[in-house]
């Protein structure tokens, strides 16, 4: 049975689209999250399949060499109809599916469960799924963790897309910064002069009715010598209205970074649980408010928990809590296990957040597309490392007195 198409299906494919993401190479970010969730939930294949309008095309999979489908046949161009996980127990017993050559060949799919990528404007990209070969059935707990692992994944493309316009946004603001000193130098010297000679006239025009042939002249002769100028003026004046407008800038308000940093954890929770892995939450101290989108900033501190959480050991103890230090804080400590096994995350974190991040390319993109949200943000991050202490992650961000005009401003310098 085909899938119909969804109501926004126009919208859908737009921002599917805007993400810049079809038929781009393997990314390790992917590909690590398609693996826990077939370890998660015991199942031999999974994908990242973004539903294209007349296709699904895999980001990243395990289990099976088919990275594209058609539409048509397509399990997940039925998931994406759904807001939460779309469970095929038998895909067989199935009136959707009952018929499709992707199960009735030997071989085929017959259990399929997929989590829609949701972006936080609602639209459905595609799903991270998990597939089998042999009917069977999802617990709940595996349920959670597909759901988190999804939102990951959604989190991922649109950190991605937030970083790429905030590196186009500091470039503007540089650009901007450099246009003001050619228009303070256009504006106070010759087209100064220009001007008050064609307001002298015309206002004389107006006054008395009488042409000036000389002064008209003047003016004539003015004006064309500057009409070069006058365009520029013009240019000047749009790109400083333009600079930093754009939907994908960041929207910066007041929040409290002691409540957006307990959805990140409970965002995270069941993945850590599906390894074993404690997370003890002391991040439900008093507010600390500060500048920030809360949004992309919940979307970071995600990411950075489930770094923490790929890199350490089964049974291994991550601690979050939130402080103030020099400024509102966020602590993350991957924690030693008591048996002497260390936590991996450090490198991942140093090369890929604190080493020149952009010029790291490769596994840890995600934390360096993490990192340049942070440095939007003005936060100030400091990793170390001890023995017997585990690593320890502090991000520190600027009191909420800092007016978010100059934050947006001070862009260029971050």
């Known amino acids: 049975m085909k899938a119909p198409l969804p109501d926004n299906e126009i919208e859908r494919l737009a921002a599917l689209y805007s993400l810049d993401i079809l038929d781009s190479p393997p990314e390790k970010d992917f590909d690590d999250i398609v693996a826990l969730a077939a370890g998660v939930c015991a199942a031999p294949m999974s994908a990242v399949s973004l539903v294209d309008a007349d296709r699904q095309w895999a980001k990243a999979q395990t289990g099976t060499e088919v990275a594209e489908t058609s539409r048509d046949v397509s399990f997940c161009a039925h998931a994406i109809l759904e807001r939460d996980l779309m469970l095929v127990p038998d895909a067989r017993e199935d009136e959707r599916f009952a018929d499709n050559p992707i199960v009735t060949a030997e071989g085929g799919i017959r259990f399929y469960a997929g989590a829609p990528l949701l972006t936080t404007d609602g ?10 070969t042999e009917p069977r059935r999802l617990d709940v707990e595996q349920q959670q963790a597909l759901r988190a692992l999804a939102r990951q994944v959604t989190a991922q493309l649109e950190l ?48 008395t009715g009488y042409h000036d042939a000389e002064m008209g002249d003047l ?23 333009d600079a930093g407008l754009g939907g ?25 649980a599906s390894k074993h892995i404690w997370i003890l939450n002391q991040a439900g101290g008093p507010s600390l408010p500060i500048i920030a989108d809360p949004v992309r900033l ?18 291994g103890r991550v601690r979050v809590g939130t402080e ?10 991957d924690m030693d296990l008591p048996d002497g096994m260390r936590p991996d995350l450090f490198p991942h974190l140093y ?33 170390s490392d001890r023995p017997g202490d585990g690593t320890s992650l502090h991000v520190v961000f600027p009191y909420a007195s800092m007016d978010p005009a100059e934050l947006i401003r001070d862009l260029a310098i971050a």
Do not use: W
């Open 324 to 333: 103030m230090e020099s400024g509102p804080t966020v602590r993350l400590d």
């Open 298 to 315: 919940e979307q970071v501190l995600t990411h950075l928990l489930f770094a923490a959480v790929k890199y350490t050991p089964e049974g």
């Open 248 to 272: 994908e800038s960041l929207h910066m308000r007041q929040c409290d970074l002691t409540r957006v940093t307990q959805r990140a954890v409970e965002a995270v929770r069941p993945i850590a």
């Open 219 to 241: 003016v004539a002769r003015a004006t064309a010598a500057h009409c070069r100028g006058f365009r520029e003026l013009i240019d000047h004046l749009t790109t400083m209205a």
């Open 351 to 383: 090369y890929g957040a604190i080493a020149n991040p952009a010029d790291v390319p490769g596994p840890d993109r995600g934390l360096a597309v993490a990192k340049r949200i942070l440095d939007a943000h003005h936060a100030t991050v400091a990793l």
């Open 160 to 207: 991605r897309r937030y970083a790429f316009a905030l590196a186009n946004t500091t470039a503007r603001l540089q650009e901007l910064e450099r246009r003001k000193d050619d228009l303070a130098g256009l504006v106070g010297g010759e087209l100064r002069s220009s001007l008050r000679l064609m307001s002298a006239y015309l206002e004389r025009l107006g006054d």
């Open 123 to 132: 639209f459905a990209l595609g799903t991270l799924c998990v597939m089998d």
